[in-house]
Nanobody, 124 residues
Framework: QLLLVESGGGLVQPGGSLRLSCVVS????????IGWFRQTPGKDREGLAC????????WYSDSVKGRFTVSRDIEKNTVYLEMENLKPDESAIYYC?????????????????WGQGTQVTVSS
């Protein structure tokens, strides 16, 4: 059973930056495409970015393109989401997820395993 654990959330001022981490255990990171999502109460989970199973490709939603960067460290079995120029309406719980698809993209239903989430609050 694959286990994903997010960390790195917290309180940040508008315009600030955060780096989220997703540590994967119970399987090889190279066997999964990894995505990042966020969710606020009453809204659907929003796909933000993903990195391909082979690590060679990435995808970003238009809302974060140019500000967020997804990367991975195979040796540490960890995927990162670097977030810059954060806005107050981006306050949410951020999740990572693993899919057996090569480049899974933003659809939550193609992901098989989910982390518990980490809270990001953007506020002055």
């Amino acid at each position: 059973q694959l286990l994903l654990v997010e960390s790195g959330g917290g309180l940040v001022q508008p315009g600030g930056s955060l780096r989220l981490s997703c540590v994967v255990s119970g399987g090889r990171l190279s066997a999964y495409g990894i995505g990042w999502f966020r969710q606020t109460p009453g809204k659907d989970r929003e796909g933000l970015a993903c990195v391909a199973r082979d690590g060679g490709r990435t995808w970003y939603s238009d809302s974060v393109k140019g500000r967020f960067t997804v990367s991975r460290d195979i040796e540490k079995n960890t995927v990162y989401l670097e977030m810059e120029n954060l806005k107050p309406d981006e306050s949410a719980i951020y999740y990572c997820a693993a899919s057996k698809w090569a480049l899974p993209g933003p659809a939550a239903n193609v992901y098989d395993y989910w982390g518990q989430g980490t809270q990001v609050t953007v506020s002055s």
